[in-house]
Nanobody
Framework: VQLQASGGGLVQAGGSLRLSCAAS????????MGWFRQAPGKEREFVAG????????GYADSVKGRFTISRDNAKITVYLQMNSLKPEDTAVYYC?????????????WGQGTQVTVSS
């Protein structure tokens, strides 16, 4: 599964961005999906996850209430809506997919998209 993330950019604190993630040549309906991020000098961290059937979501405490993960009805694109952005949200954001419906391990990774939040 090849994942392509897009939508990053430069935004002021308090602003919003929506990241998108699409898989080339297939739908994403059979995979759990997630977003991770990595800031300079820090380890990659979990941001948000969506179960393969869309029935459940999970978020890091640092983004709860501000970020929303979702998938379009055609199950082609997964989104991360980011509101009330803070400078500490600055990082490279990666979309990822699990090995399948019943797998909890993220094994497919996109190339990352840079999000920069200015104060």
């Amino acid at each position: 599964v090849q994942l392509q993330a897009s939508g990053g950019g430069l935004v002021q604190a308090g602003g919003s961005l929506r990241l998108s993630c699409a898989a080339s040549g297939r739908t994403l309906g059979s995979y759990g999906m997630g977003w991770f991020r990595q800031a300079p000098g820090k380890e990659r961290e979990f941001v948000a996850g969506l179960s393969w059937n869309g029935g459940s979501t999970g978020y890091a405490d640092s983004v709860k209430g501000r970020f929303t993960i979702s998938r379009d009805n055609a199950k082609i694109t997964v989104y991360l809506q980011m509101n009330s952005l803070k400078p500490e949200d600055t990082a490279v954001y990666y979309c990822t997919a699990t090995g399948g419906k019943y797998s909890s391990e993220y094994i497919y990774w996109g190339q990352g998209t840079q999000v920069t939040v200015s104060s």
